[in-house]
């Protein structure tokens, strides 16, 4: 990269030079888009080529600590750097271990069971809730329901009409009571914001742990510098995704258009093929055609051109309700995504120590087989259930009415 700048560079001191070609020949470089016959481009030239030389330094900086591994510099910041992520996560008890692998162990332990706490927390706020809610209308549940099922129950009360706003009043101060924040808009109605706080809470449960665990991951991106690098990497991700998506559906995108205004043309174009799809044709042959014609453009899996039509909107509707979730989702980084940003900024710290001790091997050994034992160990429980499951089904095979 740097012979290509510097031979750009020295074209350009060539009497008469070709500017927009140069311009174009960096831009290609350094992937960067330039409009059509701009000349006022050199600032964003600059900023790219900026970002690109930082990026080379940083780059040079980590040769040097390969080629000399376990340096009187490496252990200090490494220690620095764990003793970060120790605060982010609140393990301040390990911060006296003197092992770093200990630490470097115990650490990928805590994310692990931070996402697990984060997740339990808002299942119980969601039950919380539900319960407080319950217990105001008086509803009865079953002990075999789930959240589903007693949230659908809750929303026919709240329905039928026979809530008085006295009655939400009171369901408000209850929730604010058991600290849960009463979700309310300007415009809506209290009863409208009950059942908006309901679905907050109970129904998109999942989201809001996303929601939650994102906030701890990115206490640890930052304390090890790695936040924008992880959210560019989403990005971009994101933006080949959508590029292809809206290729695939015949979309035109506007040029130098930020992402979210991309997503947003391609969630207006999925929703209208839906509703094309939910449209009534007195010709079937023409709904057939057109049908198809959608089908091969999403490259649906098990589609067929000659099944019945309720089949294959059935797989239509499926496939773009499921592109629907990945539009909304693309350029936003997935726990597992952050996790593993972490975990390899992390180990890329500890290999600038050299080669692990002989007793950090062991123990990973030691720990290895343990993993495996225990698998080995539900792995057979998990085929004795099974075994049981069939001893039954051939037993009451032949009795179906002892069956039912």
């Known amino acids: 990269l740097l012979q290509k700048i510097r031979a750009l560079n020295a074209q350009c001191c060539a009497e008469e030079p070709d500017v927009k070609v140069e311009q174009d020949g960096l831009a290609l470089i350094l992937r960067i888009r330039l409009d059509d016959g701009a000349m006022e481009e050199h600032p964003a ?55 770093v692998y200990y630490r470097r162990r115990a650490i990928s332990e805590a ?12 299942e119980e706020v969601a039950l919380k809730v539900l319960k407080t809610v319950e217990d105001m209308l008086k509803i009865e549940v079953n002990n ?4 589903t099922a007693r949230l659908a129950r809750v929303r026919t009360k709240l329905d039928g009409g026979d809530v008085s706003e006295a009655m939400v009043d009171e369901i408000e101060h209850s929730l604010r009571k058991e600290d849960i924040t009463f979700w309310s808009r300007m415009g809506n109605t209290k009863l409208q914001d009950l059942q908006r706080s309901l679905d907050f809470y109970v129904e998109k449960v999942e989201r809001v742990t996303i929601i939650e665990q994102k906030k701890i991951l990115k206490i640890v991106e930052d304390r090890l510098h790695i936040y924008g690098f992880v959210g560019d990497e989403a990005n971009e991700r994101g933006t080949a995704f959508v590029a292809k998506l809206a290729n695939d559906l015949g979309v035109i995108l506007r040029r130098k258009a930020q992402l979210s205004e991309n997503k947003y043309v391609l969630e207006n174009k999925i929703l209208a093929i839906l509703a094309e799809v939910d ?21 649906i899996e098990s589609y067929k051109d000659d099944a019945s039509i ?19 989702k693309s350029g936003f980084a997935t726990i597992d995504e952050h996790i593993t940003a972490i975990n390899a900024e992390l180990d890329w710290q500890m290999a600038r120590l050299g080669p692990k001790p002989r007793y950090v ?20 429980a998990a085929q004795r259930r099974l075994n049981t499951i069939r001893g039954k089904h051939i037993l009451f095979a032949g009795r179906p009415a002892e069956l039912q």
Do not use: G, W
């Open 45 to 99: 030239l600059k900023t790219a080529m900026y970002k690109r030389f930082r990026s080379l330094e940083y780059l040079d900086e980590e040769l040097k600590d390969i080629r000399t591994p376990d340096h009187l510099k490496a252990m200090p910041e490494v220690l620095e750097k764990l003793s970060d992520v120790e605060k982010a996560l609140d393990m301040d008890d390990l911060i006296s271990q003197e092992d």
């Open 111 to 122: 994310i692990q069971a931070s996402m697990k706490k984060a997740r339990q927390q808002q």
């Open 144 to 147: 075999e329901d789930d959240k």
């Open 279 to 299: 449209e009534a044709f007195d010709n079937e042959d023409v709904r057939r055609s057109r049908n198809n014609e959608i089908a091969h453009q999403l490259n």
């Open 310 to 328: 309720d089949d294959q909107n059935i797989l239509i509707e499926q496939k773009l309700l499921q592109l629907c979730e990945e539009v909304l």
């Open 361 to 380: 091997l062991d123990r990973e050994l030691a720990s290895a087989r343990q993993t495996i034992q225990k698998a080995e160990s539900e792995l057979a």
